[in-house]
């Protein structure tokens, strides 16, 4: 394996990073996969990204970024901190130590932080169950700032340290505050709940820029990022139950106060793991009942945008909040020529909008919002692009011609290989479909076995080449271990010849991969094992 030279001081930033953010476990399986010499093609680009392939249950790219750890990716499932990022960490150690070391040493840190912050937050724990009964709680008869001071002083001092503490106070808030809204009447239960989120996602957004200097911000990032999607998930499904009708006629004080509440968070430009902007948008969305609450708004967002000091996150914000009363309107094509002015584009923030087409099975205008987004998910995270695609295939499934889907894939290629690589099967589309794999270098032991099925049946010949490359690939690696798994594939490829009718092509093969590699005497024990030659 090539061992490339990293400074090490960036090693020490590595070794902090696995100690604050991965979890024992897969830092287990990360070493493991490390030992099992499955890390390959370890490549250092741009000076501080280190691209490598895992080969897992099936191969995965990972990319740590030296410079921010944080944004480092893989295209596994498993989510951020995975064993595939840890076995190529274990790697790039490996020049300055011995790997199995680290793991102890981690291990220990890890264990040593955990007792210490489940001690803190017993303390904690206690220390509130002691101040509970001191405060009113929340009445129908309550202002939401009076609802939100009740939550404050319920929660006062919890402290967030680790990831396990964020899901605590989530889990902790839905218990402790829930109940108290339960018998109201509508429409102020649905308001009370949509308050609990609230206080949630803001008192995350406290946690998260309080721990930012801290060594485990990443790791206190990652579990308020996680937090925060199930806190968005429950409110986009809250707030088409809300009935906005009865509030702004029986409770239009509270209403236009958590409106108030709401715009505060969702136009300051602050730097925030959660999406504020599209809570405010869903919001605003269900008001297109009520034109002159609309027009004051659109004119405060005017008047907001005038000022000269703006700084270009705030900017960002008040004029994502515009852009979305012309998609209120109707007028798409407006939205997106005001959207063209922001300083930074993010994938994230137009999901909104592709649910709403797919939801009312409008597809040319969902194709209208993907086109306009593709250069924006060219950087896009892996989540993003995840949604991104599967709205695509969504929207194409409705097209004549899936050519501009296809191109696509093929520019955003190898973050789109799962999605790709699954299309082109479900159109029967297999000639692409090995093509693709070739292209890819992936071995058809990578592969699942059903589809190697499907394209045998097909056209046996197609699976040719892709047997040829994998030999060829496994005899490269020259060790006895990649020699055993060529021959193995040999048994299959010779399989295909003969189902072809085609047994002079396949002596002739045998015969000249044998003199081809006539001087690796390992292979030549493989070969004559395998019964190949004489």
Not at 147 to 159: M, P, R
Not at 420 to 444: C, F, G, H
Not at 452 to 466: A, F, I, N, R
Not at 512 to 528: D, G, N, V
């Amino acid at each position: 394996m090539l061992k490339l030279q990293i400074p090490k001081n960036r090693i020490n930033e590595l070794i902090g990073h696995l100690r604050d953010n991965f979890d024992p476990a897969r830092l287990e399986r990360g070493w493991a996969y490390y030992h099992k010499g499955q890390v390959a093609e370890l490549e250092l680009e741009h000076g501080v990204e280190v691209h490598a392939l895992v080969r897992g249950t099936k191969r995965y790219e990972v990319i740590l970024d030296l410079d921010q750890l944080g944004k480092s990716e893989c295209s596994c499932p498993d989510g951020d901190n995975c064993k595939h990022m840890a076995a190529v960490a274990f790697a790039l150690y490996a020049p300055f130590g011995r790997p199995e070391l680290l793991l102890q040493q981690l291990k220990q840190a890890i264990a040593a932080v955990r007792s210490r912050q489940q001690a803190k937050q017993t303390a904690v724990s206690k220390a509130a169950e002691k101040r509970q009964d001191r405060f009113e709680p929340p009445a129908p008869d309550h202002t939401p700032a009076q609802w939100q001071k009740f939550f404050d002083q319920q929660f006062y001092g919890f402290s967030l340290n680790q990831q396990q503490s964020i899901e605590l106070f989530y889990s902790s808030v839905k218990e402790k505050l829930t109940r108290h809204g339960e018998s109201w009447e509508q429409p102020l239960r649905e308001l009370y709940a949509l308050h609990v989120l609230f206080f949630v996602m803001r008192k995350i957004e406290q946690f998260y820029q309080e721990t930012k200097t801290s060594y485990l911000s990443y790791y206190i990032e990652t579990g308020c990022r996680t937090v925060s999607r199930q806190c968005l998930e429950e409110l986009l499904r809250l707030v088409p139950r809300l009935d906005v009708a009865l509030l702004a006629e029986k409770a239009s004080a509270p209403w236009k106060e958590t409106l108030g509440l709401l715009a505060e968070a969702a136009l300051s430009g602050k730097e925030s793991p959660l999406s504020w902007s599209t809570v405010y948008r869903s919001v605003w969305w269900r008001m297109t009942s009520f034109p002159t609450w609309m027009a004051e708004e659109r004119a405060r967002l005017r008047l907001m945008l005038e000022a000269l000091d703006l700084m270009p996150r705030r900017r960002d914000a008040l004029l994502l909040a515009e852009a979305h009363f012309a998609v209120i309107e109707g007028d798409d094509d407006a939205a997106r020529q005001k959207l063209e002015a922001l300083s930074k584009r993010e994938a994230r923030d137009y999901f909104l909008y592709l649910h709403r087409c797919y939801e009312e099975e409008a597809w040319d205008q969902m194709l209208a919002w993907l086109r306009w987004m593709l250069p924006v998910v060219q950087r896009a995270q892996q989540e993003e692009l995840r949604q991104f695609c599967q709205y695509w295939m969504e929207a194409v499934q409705r097209q004549t011609d899936d050519g501009e889907w296809v191109s696509v894939m093929i520019a955003l290629l190898p973050r789109t290989y799962g999605f790709y690589t699954a299309y082109l099967m479900q159109a029967e589309r297999y000639k692409a479909w090995i093509d693709l794999q070739l292209s890819n270098r992936v071995s058809p032991l990578d592969l699942y076995s059903l589809d190697l099925q499907t394209v045998e049946k097909h056209d046996p010949s197609l699976m040719l080449p892709l047997f040829h490359q994998a030999v060829e690939r496994g005899i490269a690696e020259k060790n006895r271990i990649a020699y055993k798994k060529a021959v193995h594939l040999l048994k299959k490829l010779h399989t295909l010849y003969t189902k072809l009718n085609r047994s002079n092509d396949w002596e002739d093969f045998i015969y000249r991969l044998a003199m081809k590699y006539s001087r690796l005497r390992a292979l030549q024990e493989e070969l004559r094992k395998g019964k190949w030659i004489p």
